[in-house]
């Protein structure tokens, strides 16, 4: 799971909640404090609806990607492999040891697994079709000049790619309420915990049920 990042790109004051407390209970000054009751305690969630959180997330593969698409109430701007494949592999000398910098590595599991040696073995079987695939898409792109639209069936759902992520606080609840749970795949709780770290320093954290 390296290489795998999170970073907040923008999110809004707080005097936002502020604003929209007042309106349904004719509020004057109303307190953050005020803001953690309705929205934690009297599960007012459309309050929090108005706070859109910016996040710039790298490295995580399509089929993580996938999962994250399913959360319809947020918005992804996703590197586009159509206009990025020749950069990220066509053009590029990949050896074996250079593919965790483009495609996601899955965990070893131990409920999985009957010892690393076994996961190992499995690790190098997998980079070896990834490199295959590569050089496979290589090829076509050479011999008879084949278009990113056809090579992207060749692609690996490990491979890694990059997007801008925004949701409003009321949808990230729900987010991290359903992909911290131990039975969310692997990658995307790991991505949920990175993006739990992230707000941490923030006022966002104090308004989320974990």
């Known amino acids: 799971m390296k290489n795998i990042n999170v970073q907040i790109l923008n999110l809004p004051p707080k005097e936002i909640l502020l604003s929209a407390i007042q309106k349904p209970y004719n509020t004057k000054n109303p307190s953050f404090e005020t803001v953690k009751n309705v929205i934690k305690l009297l599960k007012h969630g459309s309050?929090?609806?108005h706070v859109f959180i910016n996040f710039d997330i790298t490295g995580i593969s399509r089929l993580c990607l996938q999962e994250l698409a399913r959360h319809r109430h947020a918005s992804l701007t996703v590197q586009?492999?159509?206009f990025t494949l020749d950069k990220m592999l066509i053009k590029e000398k990949i050896s074996g040891g250079d593919l965790e910098e483009y495609f996601v590595t899955p965990f070893y599991k131990e409920d999985e697994w009957d010892?690393?040696?076994d996961y190992n073995e499995y690790i190098s079987s997998l980079k070896s079709s990834w490199?295959?695939?590569v050089e496979r898409m290589k090829l076509f792109k050479k011999t008879i000049n084949l278009s990113n639209d056809f090579l992207k069936y060749f692609i690996p759902e490990a491979l890694r790619v990059n997007l801008t992520?925004?949701?409003?606080i009321r949808s990230l609840q729900?987010?991290?309420t359903l992909r911290?749970?131990?039975?969310?795949?692997f990658e995307i709780r790991y991505l949920a915990n990175l993006i739990l770290n992230s707000i941490k320093n923030t006022y966002v954290y104090e308004l989320i049920d974990i």
């Open 165 to 168: 992520w925004s949701i409003n």
């Open 115 to 117: 010892c690393l040696e």
């Open 174 to 176: 729900n987010f991290l």
């Open 180 to 185: 911290l749970n131990k039975t969310a795949h």
């Open 80 to 82: 586009s492999t159509r």
């Open 131 to 133: 490199f295959v695939d």
């Open 47 to 49: 309050v929090a609806e």
